[in-house]
């Protein structure tokens, strides 16, 4: 949690859980973000020019550097998180897998290509296509991992030969700068920056970088968007979700219940991907209601130290824990019933992990973003219905299929609007990097990862044509115009590409000329 004063030139940050100081950072001018960018362009050269294998390097240094001192940056995530310590881990952790897979696959991922020419006609060239990054990517960050969601796109844009100015949450901004320290103490290239602040900062890293990749609210997205669009600066945005899960009737109900258990209430419920509506079919809706009630209930919850005691920690700022806490008291005064949970605990900003029944698409924990531990549970009568309620929402980020049929399971996740669908699981694609993450909708434009694609988004695409045979002092079509040529060239590629008659009708090719 951060006292945030506009006129500050600094940010306090505490730990949402006890209110303890956990420390400072300064606010970055919009004047100073310039110039960081201004200077990384100075570098960004240099950097692109060691090429993938002198960049691996560089990012392998960072990975040694990033378990050496996992538990510091474990200890720092909590102090401005208050996460368990198993979540505080998982960054870290996340962090250097990101890391190796993309230092040791991005010369692959970036080598030239060499397209096959489409017709005969064209065979008189080589085609190539290169990929060359954009000077410097600006990356902004939301609060929830503070350290996991910097990687997630500094990595790869570094990968791709960029230089990178990252602005993080001004709610959790000490993991990122950790991350720069560790940049500099490797003795890496000064081709990474942080720079910290709240709205201005952002907006000028918005202003000034070549291509922007934020994570973080609709309506600030759409903000982005807008501002990029004006400067014609390409942009990737991941942005709310409300990720359904559906329980069919011949699901292994304990899985389901405590997958979803685990979907809904991980990190606090604070994840982009977070299950946060629940369909199941009407003969096992009360035996999978008790389930799901039985493993919320279990979960423990409180501040861990470098001990792992807890399963659940607090929200990440007091305004976060009053919208989980208002979603929950509108649906129980239109009707909704708590099973378990349903309240803050009184302590920082804790609020109870809590499943919700009699719920129904009116009602705000339905239809809007919670970003909290509250799981709504509601009865459908099949399948269809299932999924009719699933598309009924704005966004599209991901969800979950729960059957015991393999083709169901398939069948129902391709009916589905949603950028990813696991079968039986929760956030398994948020851990196979070879598989693009992108939502639908409002949840965002563009995608992350996806194996070469999670490199090449960062990079502008040049085609390169050259001659393979000598060449001569005029082509065919330069002027002064030739008819003939013109109807020899039209039969040439009719010829490859058209199909049936169309092919060999040579009267009618010969006919463009305009006689006989």
């Known amino acids: 949690m951060t006292e945030l004063d506009q006129t500050a030139s600094v940010l306090e940050?505490?730990?949402?859980?006890?209110?303890?100081h956990a420390g400072t950072v300064p606010v970055t001018a919009p004047d100073e973000v310039a110039a960081a960018i201004r200077e990384l362009r100075l570098y960004q050269p240099e950097w692109e020019a060691i090429g993938p294998e002198g960049r691996k390097r560089w990012l392998l240094e960072l990975q040694d550097w990033l378990i050496d001192n996992t538990e510091h940056l474990a200890d720092v995530l909590q102090s401005e998180t208050a996460k368990p310590r198993v979540?505080?881990?998982?960054d870290p952790a996340f962090a250097v897998d990101l890391l190796g897979y993309y230092a040791r696959r991005a010369a692959?991922?970036?080598a030239p290509e060499h397209p096959s020419p489409h017709s005969p006609l064209a065979r008189v060239k080589s085609l190539s296509v290169t990929y060359r990054p954009y000077p410097v990517v600006g990356v902004i960050t939301p609060w929830n991992f503070p350290l996991a969601m910097p990687a997630i796109d500094v990595f790869p844009a570094l990968a791709a030969g960029a230089a990178v100015i990252l602005k993080p949450s001004e709610v959790t901004p000490l993991s990122a700068v950790e991350l720069a320290r560790g940049w500099a103490e490797i003795g890496a290239p000064p081709v990474f920056k942080v720079v910290t602040g709240a709205g201005e900062t952002g907006a000028a890293v918005v202003e000034h970088a070549d291509y922007v990749q934020f994570t973080g609210s609709t309506a600030t997205g759409r903000k982005i968007a807008a501002a990029c669009a004006e400067r014609m600066v390409p942009y990737s945005l991941e942005l709310g979700g409300k990720d359904p899960a559906i329980v069919l009737a011949d699901a292994d109900l304990d899985r389901a219940a405590h997958g979803i258990a685990f979907g809904g209430m991980f990190n606090a419920g604070q994840v982009c991907i977070s299950v946060e509506r629940v369909y199941v079919e009407a003969p096992v809706y009360d035996e999978f209601v008790d389930k799901l009630t039985a493993a919320v209930a279990a979960l423990r919850q409180g501040a861990d130290g470098r001990e792992s005691r807890h399963d659940v920690g607090a929200l990440a700022n007091e305004n976060q824990a009053r919208i989980v806490e208002r979603h929950v008291e509108e649906a129980v005064a239109a009707g909704a019933r708590v099973t378990t949970g349903g309240k803050r605990t009184g302590v920082g900003t804790f609020f109870e992990p809590t499943v919700l029944v009699d719920v129904d698409h009116s009602m705000s924990c339905v239809a809007e973003e919670t970003f909290g531990p509250t799981l709504p549970v509601m009865k459908v009568a099949d399948e269809d219905e299932a999924i009719r309620l699933a598309n009924d929402s704005i966004y599209g980020l991901s969800a979950s299929v729960w059957t015991g049929d393999k083709a169901r399971g398939e069948r129902v996740a391709h009916r589905l609007d949603a950028g990813a669908v696991n079968i039986n699981d929760v956030f398994a694609n948020l851990f196979n990097f070879a598989m693009p993450m992108g939502g639908w909708g409002q949840s965002g434009v563009g995608a992350r990862w996806g194996g070469a694609a999670g490199v090449r988004k960062y990079c502008r695409a040049q085609a390169?044509?050259?001659p393979k045979l000598p060449t001569m002092t005029k082509e065919l079509f330069w002027y002064p115009y030739d008819m003939n040529?013109?109807?020899?060239?039209?039969?040439?590629?009719?010829?490859?590409?058209a199909?049936?008659?169309?092919?060999?009708d040579l009267p009618k090719v010969w006919r463009l000329k305009g006689g006989k």
């Open 464 to 466: 390169v044509t050259k």
């Open 13 to 20: 940050v505490h730990n949402p859980a006890t209110g303890e």
């Open 108 to 110: 692959k991922f970036l």
């Open 485 to 497: 040529k013109l109807v020899v060239a039209v039969a040439a590629m009719r010829m490859a590409g």
């Open 87 to 90: 979540d505080a881990l998982i």
């Open 499 to 504: 199909r049936g008659i169309r092919r060999i």
